[in-house]
């Protein structure tokens, strides 16, 4: 800490007594928010491999209900059903989680062919594989989605790392530093002043 130029003044010393009780609370503030992410971060961490461990089974659903499809409605059916089916758009919005921009995905369909329609016309078999792999398309969003958020989440967390050890490793010693270092000059100068009126006085006395 560079001391050539510092003010040694009791409103300095005020002034910086004052600064480490804000940056106190401020480490306190942000302490207390990474805990809050920390505690996001895992419960969604937890999500995640739960998800993974559904969409395994998904995926094995749907593979079996497309080849059952197959073995009774045949190929081409499957095939040209398939080409009428519901267009699908995502958009991507985005939520504040404690501060933190979390992407959404929102997934919007647009069906080629009325439902009343497809009850009619598509096969049952059809129909299941269609359900199987609609769930695992929305799964597949949802975890994308969560896998995203706990990205964020982990970047958000270490950024509040390197600002509270910053603040608790650098700022507040450097100031509790200055202010000590405020507190003995004035000392040094009260004493000063203290000898110099006793030096005075005695002088007075021995005239």
Do not use: W
Request: proline residues 1%; positive net charge.
């Amino acid at each position: 800490m560079v001391k050539g130029n510092m003010k040694t003044t009791r409103i300095e010393l005020i002034r910086t007594r004052m600064r480490v009780r804000v940056a106190n609370k401020g480490l306190n503030l942000l302490k207390t928010k990474r805990t809050s992410l920390v505690l996001a971060f895992f419960e969604l961490a937890r999500q995640i491999q739960l998800m993974r461990g559904s969409m395994r089974n998904s995926v094995v659903r749907a593979m079996e209900s497309s080849k059952l499809a197959e073995l009774q409605a045949g190929r081409i059916v499957l095939e040209r059903i398939a080409a009428e089916q519901s267009h699908i758009s995502a958009g991507v919005e985005a939520k504040n989680v404690m501060g933190v921009r979390i992407p959404t995905v929102g997934v919007e369909r647009r069906a080629a062919l009325s439902e009343a329609y497809e009850l009619i016309s598509v096969p049952t078999s059809i129909e299941d594989a269609k359900r199987s792999y609609m769930n695992l398309f929305n799964m597949l969003i949802e975890v994308a989605e969560k896998e995203n958020s706990l990205r964020r989440l982990l970047y958000e967390i270490e950024k509040l790392n390197r600002r509270a050890n910053a603040i608790e490793n650098v700022t507040i010693p450097n100031l509790i530093e200055k202010a000590a270092y405020i507190k003995g000059r004035l000392e040094d100068l009260e004493r000063d002043q203290i000898v110099s009126i006793k030096f005075i006085k005695g002088k007075i006395s021995g005239a």
